[in-house]
């Protein structure tokens, strides 16, 4: 999105929801994102290359809920770029079990994802990991200059401020979760190299909201009582990512689940119906990519789903949403392009439950940034 279009966009009327501007303005903030990371690039890679030069350093890529799920998508890619294991951990997990995830004598460099970065357990985790982690080092990625985690730089911490605008104020994480995802990427990844690569992931994910909105406006109106998203690689963390998108902005009216295409068959595939919405993400890789079509030709044989649609990178009668111009482009490229339609189904069931997208926890709950939380200290 230009910055003429995100004017407009911000002098819209109130019918146009946060919800809303956030997906379509996900052009314009992957491209600042990257200008950012490249206005930072000396500063990043001063503090990042001594630590990766380290064959004994343990990368943990952490966060909640959807902050999560950026670790899942990008745990296998940086492992196969950086030739060594990155892990995902939430920090759910690590805060409620420090003991099971964390190794006193291992150097740690911890990822944290936060939108706003005061989430309890995203503060407990720093706190934990320097607690209980003799060589302890931080790569904190936010969207909130005035959260707690952007406060945290110092000798053994980088923090990474995105963009303001990429401080999603609806509830819904959306263009948060692509650039937090994509700075991830382009720092520990090499940020020279993503260069001549975001132009055309914005370009794709513009595209795809075009094509994408009527497909998804007709899916909405369908009343699917129940939606699978299934994905190989990377694509089983944006499946994850995809489910909870939809089951947010319907507030639980709508039964989501995610899978991998070849673990679906294994208990998954009863949750099929003919109430049922299948959605398949097509892997590039082509080996992978054989054994998603094998899932997507058996459950249209089937007969028994309402639905199969395919997200890919190609534009074929099987594919019913085609990603331009990155057909040979690896998966963590399509990671960006593919949650776009996941986002805006989601946006379009809300609207046709009659919810606020913005707000569409009406009793209160659920909260943009989760409350009720108690942090309780770890046994010595």
Not at 41 to 54: D, G, K, M, V
Not at 212 to 224: K, S
Not at 321 to 331: C, E, H, K, Y
């Amino acid at each position: 999105m230009s910055d003429t279009m995100l004017a407009a966009s911000a002098e819209a009327p109130a019918a146009v929801t946060w919800t809303q501007r956030e997906i379509e303005q996900q052009p314009h903030t992957l491209r600042a994102t990257q200008a950012l990371l490249r206005d930072q690039q000396a500063a990043i890679e001063a503090f990042l290359a001594p630590l990766l030069a380290r064959p004994d350093l343990r990368i943990v890529l952490t966060g909640a809920g959807t902050s999560a799920f950026i670790g899942e998508c990008l745990a296998p890619v940086l492992s196969r770029t950086l030739d060594r294991c990155v892990e995902a951990i939430a920090t759910t997990d690590i805060v409620s079990s420090p003991d099971l995830y964390l190794r006193a004598d291992e150097p740690t460099l911890l990822v944290s994802f936060g939108r706003s970065g005061s989430s309890p357990e995203s503060v407990a985790a720093v706190d934990l990991l320097d607690a209980h982690v003799r060589d302890a080092h931080h790569l904190i990625v936010t969207c909130n200059a005035e959260g707690q985690l952007a406060g945290r730089a110092g000798a053994r911490a980088y923090v990474l401020v995105l963009p303001e605008e990429t401080h999603d104020r609806a509830f819904a994480m959306t263009s948060s979760f692509s650039a937090m995802m994509l700075a991830a990427l382009s720092s520990l990844g090499g940020i020279a190299a993503m260069e001549a690569r975001v132009p055309a992931i914005a370009d794709a994910v513009a595209d795809v909201l075009a094509r994408a909105e009527p497909v998804v406006a007709a899916l909405a109106q369908r009343d699917f009582q129940r939606v699978v998203y299934l994905g190989s690689g990377p694509f089983k963390g944006l499946a994850r990512e995809a489910a909870l998108k939809l089951m947010e902005l319907s507030d639980g009216a709508v039964v989501t689940a995610f899978d991998t295409p070849l673990g679906f068959r294994h208990g998954p595939k009863t949750i099929i119906t003919e109430r049922t919405l299948a959605v398949v993400f097509l892997s590039n890789d082509p080996l992978t990519r054989r054994y998603d079509e094998d899932l997507v030709a058996e459950l249209r044989a089937d007969g028994r789903c309402g639905a199969v649609v395919v997200i890919a990178a190609r534009d074929d009668e099987t594919v019913q949403i085609a990603v331009p111009g990155l057909s040979g482009a690896a998966d963590a490229d399509l990671l960006f392009p593919f949650i776009v339609p996941a986002q805006l189904f989601g946006l379009n069931v809300s609207l046709r439950l009659g919810l606020t997208p913005d707000t569409p926890n009406a009793s209160g709950t659920v909260n943009r940034v989760v409350q009720g939380v108690r942090i309780h200290a770890a046994q010595a």
